[in-house]
């Protein structure tokens, strides 16, 4: 397959017009709360150098969430997927699986950023089958502050 066939073009809302390679866009078997009849999407690394990154629909171009690595940010971030959700996404090696978490940016204030701990986006990256997957008795939150109180006067 040359890379022309394996690429295809979209012009999104926030990013303009992409190239996006096709072995990167995966399908959520369960969706996004909310966001019932969006199945596909992709990842966008817009500034490399951002521990942010977009989760885009490849469905709807006016879509797409800031994402994060919990490890970026010093977070110890730790769960079982669930037996029948591992089934479901057909995991067979915790390798296989790429986690991040959504994110909530204020434009006003930026050290005001939460992550969405409660329901990580977990991707099989084998099969590319992913879901949000809404954990059970924990103590994560819906909005875990990324930056304390000190980080805003640095």
């Not at 969706?31 to 951002?50: A, C």
């Not at 919990?70 to 996404?89: H, R, T, V, W």
Request: with cysteine.
């Amino acid at each position: 397959m040359t890379n022309e066939e394996n690429t295809i073009r979209i012009n999104t809302t926030k990013f303009g017009e992409l190239e996006i390679n096709k072995n990167s866009i995966f399908e959520f078997i369960s969706p996004i709360i909310g966001f019932n009849d969006l199945k596909e999407y992709t990842i966008v690394d817009y500034k490399p150098d951002s521990p942010f990154k977009w989760l885009q629909s490849m469905e709807d171009m006016d879509l797409a969430f800031p994402v994060t690595l919990c490890s970026f940010f010093g977070i110890d971030y730790q769960f079982d997927i669930p037996d029948e959700e591992a089934q479901k996404l057909e995991i067979t090696s915790g390798d296989d699986v790429f986690v991040c978490n959504i994110a909530n940016i204020p434009q006003n204030n930026p050290y005001g950023a939460t992550i969405n701990m409660l329901a990580p986006i977990v991707v099989n990256i084998v099969n590319k089958k992913a879901m949000q997957l809404i954990l059970k008795n924990t103590e994560f939150e819906v909005r875990h502050k990324l930056f304390d109180e000190e980080s805003k006067g640095e």
